[in-house]
């Protein structure tokens, strides 16, 4: 028989606590909950399961709404649109996909404006495909330094989804050089169903993983 989201959920974390202490580094699990109703986010919040994602504003919102549970952290990785960013600032404790100055100014206004301080990460398109968001390694310098002046943003990390037609490894170990080299990071957001465990030993710390959970999204 097929086990139900609530046992794969289990041996998600057995595994991702093995590789914590084979690499001896804390990894944090974001539950891709896009696409699943309220009363599954639930069960696994009731199993101690705090952190979750959602792609698409209106659904979260519902979602969000419904729960009302303020020990959850929500995660937005979904892409931004102007807007949007108000209802994303009033739901969401972080934002993922950050790639536009235009949308991280509106967003640090609209966090002033509510006393909160977004938590976020830049978004690297990191295998330079046309159809991902993300800047490019090479902007890195010069949009992180815009960020600096934003006193309601906190830049926690970076966030990227590699190319899936090629292995990961190289992607991911060029993605761990920019986080090793900007010492004030602390979150190297990559790793999803198909490539978590790579992501995992070419250094994540935090996991954005739906599929492996809940079962092929349709
Ligand atoms: C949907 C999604 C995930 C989760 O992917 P799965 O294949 O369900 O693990 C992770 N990150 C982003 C940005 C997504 O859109």
């Known amino acids: 028989m097929l086990a139900n989201y609530v046992d794969k959920y289990k ?70 649109q102007s807007n949007k960013i108000k209802t994303i600032c009033n739901l969401f404790d972080w934002v993922h996909t950050i790639s536009s100055e235009k949308h991280v100014k509106k967003i640090n206004e609209i966090s002033k404006s509510i006393n909160k301080v977004m938590n976020v990460c830049i978004q690297i398109n ?38 899936s037609d090629i292995p990961s490894e190289e992607s991911f170990a060029r993605m761990y050089d920019l986080y090793k080299k900007n010492d004030y990071l602390d979150t190297l957001s990559m790793g999803m169903s198909s490539d978590f465990v790579t992501a995992i030993e070419n250094g994540a710390n935090m996991l954005r993983i739906g599929q492996e959970i809940f079962g092929k999204r349709i």
Do not use: C
């Open 11 to 80: 041996d998600l974390k057995t595994r991702i606590n093995d590789l914590e202490t084979l690499y001896n580094r804390e990894i944090r699990l974001v539950v891709v909950s896009k696409t699943q109703n309220s009363e599954k986010i639930i069960t696994l919040n009731n199993l101690g399961q705090t952190d979750f994602g959602e792609n698409y504003v209106d659904e979260a919102h519902e979602k969000i709404n419904s729960i009302r549970n303020s020990n959850i952290r929500w995660h937005f990785i979904g892409k931004i």
């Open 126 to 163: 990191i295998d330079n495909e046309q159809t991902k968001g993300g800047i490019t390694l090479e902007e890195y310098d010069k949009f992180s330094s815009i960020l600096y002046g934003l006193q309601n943003i906190k830049l926690r990390g970076l966030m990227t989804i590699p190319r």
